[in-house]
């Protein structure tokens, strides 16, 4: 084998000290390859995947921080070091939404009922001091609803209300076509035949009552909830009068685990708020539901309430974010970085940055007011995403729909050019569905795109954004990541199939692994299934790729092991001791296989032909052509036993004709010979911990390259020209 293709290296300490030190002091050794492929590159134009300029498409995320996260962060040393991966534009994430939370992106600002500081707040766009934290404001309409995530706690929680932006005051349509409901799960399938609704102003007169005839949770919006709501036979209500009488549903009780109230006219009777406020006064409110049963004598007996796990759950349509100053969560954790300070401190890079505001539990003029804000300070924003993770809160596409129009026009009038978006889907490698509508219509975004369209209103969605977190943390194995190719371009097929049209960009606004920590994450088949994650991605013709979180966070504990969810070994104080395996993915990616701060890149179809008994793929291909004329492939080994050597071939079909690297040929690789992630508890951290290796080879025809097992390569040069 020619000395220019020894690409496997021997790894003892002394050697990783070397490495460390310097690249050219790392000793280089041969190791096998298992198997020779061919690795063919089609350089045609007209057959060209993608463009994209790297600064503005391929970034990382802010998150939620404690005040004293905050302040730890947002250091010189900590942001240089969170910038050295080489991301470039900054998605910010809205937590507080996450959480079932108002937030207020500046304390300065007025509440609709300023004797009592209460009701809806809408921040001021004066140009005071910088602000540097952001409070989040529990939200004491929620009352017994709850979601999937733990929702920000108040003092003042009381009754749940429906949100007034979705009655026809607001969205100038009848209430019937934006029904509201409140769904109680039992747990367990139990008898029932008969409810008491305590109703609160304003109540509905017009109701129906039903139960959950299905083989799945009726309320797993991801997966699809597979069955019906059947009406009880006595539970629509025409005339309702408010109160709290107990209501038969049926003679002999039905079995069932989930009940919905579905309402669709409101009394319009004021709460207990300031009744000048028409938004005090629209919608549905209700303080308690209570399910059992009622004999003939008309005795209502109750189910018997359970506590912990099996306590009866309550997920509502939506919420009323009315709440007051005494709701503000003052405490060190689930708070979000200032504006000024995001903005001001460096992390941005200088780009645009993705900015969020709150929909579901805002409100328009709050929205419209904070990016008046921003621009006022002259800070840039790509793109604006409007609300977080409605599917996650069950936030029907119509109303979700409904709001979106509301914020748009709010925004656009602020300004006209800014680029708005949604929906910022929870992770899903499939459709997210729901119950059907009046035409049998299932599909979460297909639902949503087609009110749009009705409306007269689809120009207003400037990109469709979602998170990507593919993999169940419990259940990951290595060949279970020779998966993520398909899983990334499939799910942006299926968002085409929806509806979503070819000119609308697709962007990951938040992705990792899997939704919650994992061993995986941080051993070396985090960082291979990052490669294939950003290669597959701008394949399938994605827009923008935002990898999660950019700031530090300590090594945890999961189901497969400990990890961190960064880029960094840290401890809680955000003390950085070492670097993660995406670290290092990222490092390949962004500084070795694209060029940042140099323009567009195109992007080509690549393959290998190396692959397993099974058929699997063992080494993935991406190639891009950069601004600076080379021809950068990205090379994913992901066989944990073997090195493999390839050929690489360039075709262009219109000449027919074959060629291939020539002259200097920049090769660079990391993996499981520089990097291994050592599971130590509290104490985890990699040895070796090595940056990539890089060298020079001579291109030509018959160069043979070698892929270390487990590893990502960087091949870069010339092509020969015929």
Same mark, same amino acid.
């Given at each position: 084998?020619?000395?220019?293709?020894?690409?496997?290296?021997?790894?003892?300490?002394?050697?990783?000290?070397?490495?460390?030190?310097?690249?050219?002091?790392?000793? &280089?050794?041969?190791?096998?390859?298992?198997?020779?492929?061919?690795?063919?590159?089609? +350089?045609?134009?007209?057959?060209?995947?993608?463009?994209?300029?790297?600064?503005?498409?391929?970034?990382?995320? =802010?998150?939620?921080?404690?005040?004293?996260?905050?302040?730890?962060?947002?250091?010189?040393?900590?942001?240089?070091?969170? &910038?050295?991966?080489?991301?470039g534009t900054i998605t910010y994430r809205n937590n507080t939404e996450l959480r079932m939370a108002a937030w207020h992106w500046t304390e300065n600002g007025t509440w609709s009922d300023p004797a009592h500081k209460n009701g809806y707040f809408t921040g001021s766009t004066e140009l005071k001091e910088p602000t540097r934290y952001i409070l989040s404001y529990g939200l004491p309409h929620r009352g017994f609803a709850t979601s999937?995530?733990? $929702?920000?706690?108040?003092?003042?929680?009381?009754?749940?209300? /429906?949100?007034?932006?979705?009655?026809?005051?607001?969205?100038?349509?009848?209430?019937?076509?934006?029904?509201?409901?409140?769904?109680?799960?039992?747990?367990?399938?139990?008898?029932?035949?008969?409810?008491?609704?305590?109703?609160?102003?304003?109540?509905?007169?017009?109701? *129906?009552?039903?139960?959950?005839? !299905?083989?799945?949770?009726?309320?797993?919006?991801?997966?699809?909830?597979?069955?019906?709501?059947?009406?009880?036979?006595?539970?629509?209500?025409?005339?309702?009068?408010?109160?709290?009488?107990?209501?038969?549903?049926?003679?002999?009780?039905?079995?069932? *685990?989930?009940?919905?109230?579905?309402?669709?006219?409101? /009394?319009?009777?004021?709460?207990?708020?300031?009744?000048?406020?028409?938004?005090?006064?629209?919608?549905?409110?209700?303080?308690?539901?209570?399910?059992?049963?009622?004999?003939?004598?008309?005795?209502?007996?109750?189910?018997?309430?359970?506590?912990?796990?099996?306590?009866?759950?309550?997920?509502?349509?939506?919420?009323?974010?009315?709440? /007051?100053?005494?709701?503000?969560?003052?405490?060190?954790?689930?708070?979000?970085?200032?504006?000024?300070?995001?903005?001001? %401190?460096?992390?941005?890079?200088?780009?645009?940055?993705m900015i969020p505001v709150t929909m579901l539990y805002g409100t328009p003029d709050d929205a419209a007011a904070q990016i008046a804000y921003i621009e006022k300070r002259g800070y840039p924003i790509s793109y604006i995403e409007l609300g977080e993770e409605p599917d996650g809160k069950h936030a029907m596409p119509e109303d979700y729909a409904a709001l979106y129009l509301q914020w748009a026009t709010a925004i656009h009038k602020?300004?006209?050019?800014?680029?708005?978006?949604?929906?910022?889907?929870? !992770?899903?490698?499939?459709?997210?569905?729901?119950? $059907?509508? %009046?035409?049998?219509?299932?599909?979460?975004?297909? *639902?949503?795109?087609?009110?749009?369209?009705?409306?007269?209103?689809?120009?207003?969605?400037?990109?469709?954004?979602?998170?990507?977190?593919?993999?169940?943390?419990?259940?990951?194995?290595?060949?279970? =990541?020779? +998966?993520?190719?398909?899983?990334?371009?499939?799910? &942006?097929?299926?968002?085409?199939?929806?509806?979503?049209?070819?000119?609308?960009?697709?962007?990951?606004?938040?992705?990792?692994?899997?939704?919650?920590?994992?061993?995986?994450?941080?051993?070396i088949a985090g960082g291979l299934w990052l490669a294939d994650n950003v290669g597959a991605f701008f394949e399938a013709g994605g827009a923008l790729f935002t990898h999660s979180p950019i700031q530090p966070q300590g090594v945890q504990n999961s189901c497969l092991g400990w990890a961190s969810w960064s880029n960094f070994v840290s401890n809680n104080d955000y003390d950085i001791k070492g670097y993660t395996s995406p670290y290092?993915?990222?490092?390949?990616?962004?500084?070795?296989?694209?060029?940042?701060?140099?323009?567009?890149? +195109?992007?080509?179809?690549?393959?290998?032909?190396?692959?397993?008994?099974?058929?699997?793929?063992?080494?993935?291909?991406?190639?891009?052509?950069?601004?600076?004329?080379?021809?950068?492939?990205? &090379?994913?080994?992901?066989?944990?036993?073997?090195?493999?050597?390839?050929?690489?071939?360039?075709?262009?079909?219109?000449?027919?004709?074959?060629?291939?690297?020539?002259?200097?040929?920049?090769?660079? /690789?990391?993996? %499981?010979?520089?990097?291994?992630?050592?599971?130590?508890?509290?104490?985890?951290?990699?040895? $070796?911990?090595?940056?990539?290796?890089?060298?020079?080879?001579?291109?030509?025809?018959?160069?043979?390259?070698?892929?270390?097992?487990?590893?990502?390569?960087?091949?870069?040069?010339?092509?020969?020209?015929?």
């Open positions: 084998m020619r000395a220019q293709n020894l690409f496997t290296v021997c790894w003892n300490d002394a050697m990783r000290k070397a490495a460390l030190a310097t690249v050219a002091a790392a000793a &280089l050794c041969v190791t096998a390859p298992a198997q020779t492929g061919t690795v063919r590159v089609d +350089t045609t134009p007209a057959h060209a995947l993608n463009s994209f300029n790297p600064d503005t498409a391929m970034g990382s995320s =802010l998150d939620v921080l404690s005040k004293s996260g905050i302040d730890k962060v947002f250091t010189p040393h900590i942001i240089q070091e969170a &910038l050295s991966a080489g991301w999937g995530d733990a $929702p920000v706690s108040t003092p003042n929680l009381s009754y749940w209300k /429906s949100n007034p932006y979705l009655t026809s005051k607001f969205t100038n349509e009848s209430d019937a076509l934006h029904p509201q409901w409140v769904v109680v799960d039992l747990k367990t399938a139990s008898p029932v035949n008969a409810i008491r609704i305590a109703w609160q102003n304003p109540y509905a007169t017009n109701y *129906r009552v039903e139960y959950w005839a !299905g083989t799945n949770d009726a309320l797993d919006f991801d997966s699809g909830p597979k069955g019906d709501w059947k009406p009880f036979p006595m539970g629509e209500v025409k005339t309702g009068k408010g109160g709290g009488d107990a209501l038969k549903l049926m003679d002999a009780p039905v079995s069932t *685990r989930f009940v919905r109230v579905l309402m669709t006219s409101s /009394s319009n009777t004021c709460d207990e708020h300031d009744a000048k406020d028409i938004r005090n006064c629209v919608g549905y409110a209700i303080r308690e539901i209570h399910l059992g049963t009622m004999d003939a004598s008309g005795a209502f007996t109750e189910l018997q309430r359970q506590t912990g796990a099996r306590a009866f759950t309550y997920t509502a349509s939506s919420i009323d974010p009315w709440h /007051s100053e005494g709701d503000a969560n003052k405490g060190g954790g689930g708070q979000h970085t200032g504006f000024d300070l995001f903005y001001t %401190s460096g992390l941005t890079n200088n780009l645009p940055a602020v300004d006209p050019k800014l680029k708005l978006g949604g929906p910022v889907f929870e !992770g899903v490698n499939e459709d997210i569905t729901v119950w $059907p509508d %009046s035409k049998g219509r299932i599909s979460w975004m297909g *639902r949503f795109v087609d009110y749009l369209k009705e409306h007269g209103r689809l120009a207003d969605l400037a990109f469709v954004s979602f998170e990507h977190y593919p993999y169940e943390r419990c259940d990951i194995g290595p060949k279970t =990541l020779y +998966t993520e190719p398909q899983l990334v371009k499939h799910i &942006l097929e299926v968002w085409h199939k929806d509806g979503v049209p070819a000119n609308v960009p697709l962007m990951i606004d938040e992705d990792a692994l899997a939704n919650n920590l994992t061993g995986p994450m941080s051993t290092y993915a990222a490092h390949m990616i962004n500084l070795e296989w694209v060029q940042h701060r140099s323009g567009t890149h +195109t992007m080509f179809p690549s393959s290998s032909d190396v692959k397993d008994a099974e058929g699997n793929t063992l080494v993935t291909t991406y190639t891009v052509h950069r601004p600076d004329g080379q021809w950068s492939i990205m &090379l994913v080994n992901r066989d944990a036993d073997h090195p493999h050597t390839v050929h690489v071939v360039f075709n262009d079909g219109k000449s027919k004709k074959d060629t291939s690297f020539t002259g200097p040929v920049t090769t660079v /690789s990391w993996g %499981s010979e520089q990097y291994v992630w050592i599971n130590d508890g509290p104490n985890s951290h990699p040895d $070796p911990d090595g940056p990539p290796v890089g060298t020079t080879v001579i291109g030509s025809a018959t160069t043979e390259y070698t892929l270390p097992k487990s590893s990502i390569t960087v091949l870069r040069g010339s092509i020969a020209t015929r």
